[in-house]
């Protein structure tokens, strides 16, 4: 399951931006025949699941380090929001080429316009790839391109402290047993981008009730709905 990042478009420019971030090739998200005025909550209701996370576990966010693997429409829409919250984002790779760059990206508009026109994180930093990049000794790491990219064979080498799974089925079951072995704590993909899900259940309960609530009431209730699970997912993994 991908998380659906659907923008009511504003301008010719913003709706072009999103098919090229919809388009790369490390995204499986086709917008094309997309509307592109669905309603949906904000975007920073993406991070409730990680946000509540590290709550739970009482780690403050100032500078923790993300390396982020992939970036289409998933992978550069959460490094974007992880950048606005204060999160360092260190590196960031595609399916051609990758940067790192130690101190962390300062003006992350930069870094988009550069891929989304040129295509290559050329400049911007350290070179990295795609595989490398998993491999780093980050707190967080998030791979947002394709399925099984953390395998038996890579599971001993992960240094991040924490995996956030954005893409379907990142971590093979071998690998999470290892990493599990490690300490390393993974927020499921299926948790992790379940919003869109649970707002796309949202805007079919107002369709066959003939409602329409305004974006604050959404996120309030994708708010809640996503704490709740959290705190279940949780609960399942100290059994």
């Given at each position: 399951m991908s998380d659906n990042v659907n923008?009511?478009?504003s301008t010719e420019r913003e709706r072009e931006r999103e098919r090229e971030r919809s388009n790369s090739t490390s995204s499986d998200i086709d917008t094309e025949n997309r509307t592109p005025y669905t309603k949906t909550p904000e975007p920073e209701n993406k991070l409730n699941t990680i946000d509540n996370f590290l709550k739970h576990f009482k780690i403050k966010t100032d500078n923790l380090?993300?390396?982020?693997q992939g970036f289409g429409n998933v992978g550069s829409n959460i490094a974007r929001f992880l950048h606005?919250?204060?999160?360092k984002i260190v590196a960031i790779a595609d399916v051609k080429d990758g940067f790192l760059d130690p101190s962390g990206v300062e003006d992350f508009e930069i870094v988009e316009n550069q891929f989304f026109e040129t295509r290559s994180f050329s400049g911007l930093g350290s070179p990295a790839n795609s595989q490398n990049?998993?491999?780093l000794p980050v707190d967080i790491l998030v791979p947002a391109a394709i399925e099984e990219v953390i395998t038996r064979k890579n599971a001993y080498k992960i240094k991040a402290k924490y995996?956030?799974?954005m893409a379907n089925g990142p971590t093979d079951f071998e690998a999470?047993?290892?990493?599990?072995n490690k300490g390393?704590?993974?927020?499921?993909?299926?948790l992790a981008n379940s919003g869109g899900v649970a707002t796309s259940f949202f805007e079919w309960y107002q369709n066959i009730n003939n409602e329409s609530w305004d974006k604050?009431?959404?996120?309030?209730?994708?708010?809640v709905k996503m704490e709740k699970a959290v705190e279940e997912v949780i609960k399942t993994a100290e059994v």
């Open positions: 923008v009511i478009y380090t993300v390396a982020v606005q919250l204060g999160f990049i998993l491999e995996i956030l799974e999470d047993k290892i990493l599990n390393v704590i993974i927020i499921p993909d299926i604050e009431k959404v996120n309030g209730k994708l708010k």
